[in-house]
């Protein structure tokens, strides 16, 4: 019995020895720590100038004595003051006084969207138009415009308000969608780029569908010396203009549009496929 109980405390003793030998190999690992330190981020400035003095002014014997079926364009330097790159455009244009009131009006528009790399600067053209039409309810009367422009970075993000799809040939292919966030504000398109010559004579059918499932936009129909046919649903409440209506449509504006998400489609009848462009003064997606 002595000689077992030995035995195992010789056991007992073997292993705990063994446990401190691995305890004390653990403790004994060189080991080192280095230090990586003050390292700075400063994030980047989206800044944009637009010139001080009025590009249209009464100074301007154009602009103090304008008549019936005046029309042309005045160009603003917009400088981009940051140190991003910024995609910019005319956000909105508001106008006040009679001169732009009533169903006449001189109008102001833009739809350019350039990037403009920091520290550069871009002319936009603001084109006005003075309708023939105007009648004597305009003589000696007056009017202000405010033109407000808007820059979004260029990097990490593209363009937010135009966008070009590929249609295939005899395709029918969603452009894009607008969330139209606010009626006080028209909703303005640029499609002048989808009356590409890469159709041919086979123009494109564009159909705009408001919230409401009211249909705008041209068909396919081209008349000689008329040009593309408006093809707008015969319910619409929603005013809609048709620049360039013709041989050569280019912007349509909608007053006052509804709230909610607007469908921009474009079906391709050519027997190619083709690139359709659309802007949009508010964001497209």
């Known amino acids: ?3 077992i ?17 691995v305890a004390g190999g653990t403790s004994a690992l060189f080991t080192a720590n280095a230090s990586n330190t003050n390292n700075t981020f400063a994030s980047g400035s989206v800044s944009i100038t637009a010139g001080n003095a ?5 100074t301007d014997v154009v602009f103090n004595n304008m008549a019936p079926g005046d029309a042309g364009t005045k160009t603003i330097s917009v400088t981009n003051t940051g140190s991003l790159d910024a995609w910019v455009r005319v956000k909105k244009i508001t106008t006040s006084g009679a001169l732009f009131s ?11 969207v350039f990037q403009i790399p920091a520290g550069q600067s871009k002319a936009f053209t603001i084109n006005y138009a003075f309708k023939k039409a105007a009648d004597n309810t305009y003589q000696g009367t007056n009017g202000i415009a405010n033109i407000e422009f808007e820059a979004v970075q260029v990097k990490n993000n593209p363009n937010p308000w ?9 395709a029918n292919v969603l452009v894009g969608t607008i969330n139209v966030t606010s009626s006080s504000q028209n909703l303005e398109l640029d499609v002048s780029s989808l009356f590409s010559p890469e159709l041919g004579l086979n123009w494109p059918d564009l159909n705009i569908t408001s919230p409401s499932g009211e249909t705008f936009g041209f068909n396919s129909q081209y008349v000689s010396g008329i040009g593309l046919q408006v093809n707008t649903s015969n319910n619409s409440s929603t005013k809609v203009t048709y620049t360039g209506y013709g041989s050569n449509p280019e912007k349509m504006s ?20 083709s690139t359709a462009i659309v802007s949009s003064n508010q964001q497209i997606q």
């Not at 073997?14 to 401190?20: K, N, R, S």
């Not at 135009?162 to 005899?170: D, E, F, M, R, W």
């Open 1 to 3: 019995m002595k000689t």
């Open 54 to 58: 009025p590009v249209f002014s009464t």
């Open 5 to 21: 109980k030995s035995k195992v405390t010789s056991m007992l003793l073997i292993t705990a020895l063994g446990t401190a030998l």
């Open 102 to 112: 009533g169903a006449t009006p001189l109008t102001l528009n833009n739809f350019e």
């Open 162 to 170: 135009t966008l070009a799809k590929t249609i295939p040939a005899n």
């Open 254 to 273: 909608f007053e006052n549009p509804i709230v909610g998400t607007w469908k921009v489609e474009v079906h391709n009848s050519a027997s190619g496929t």
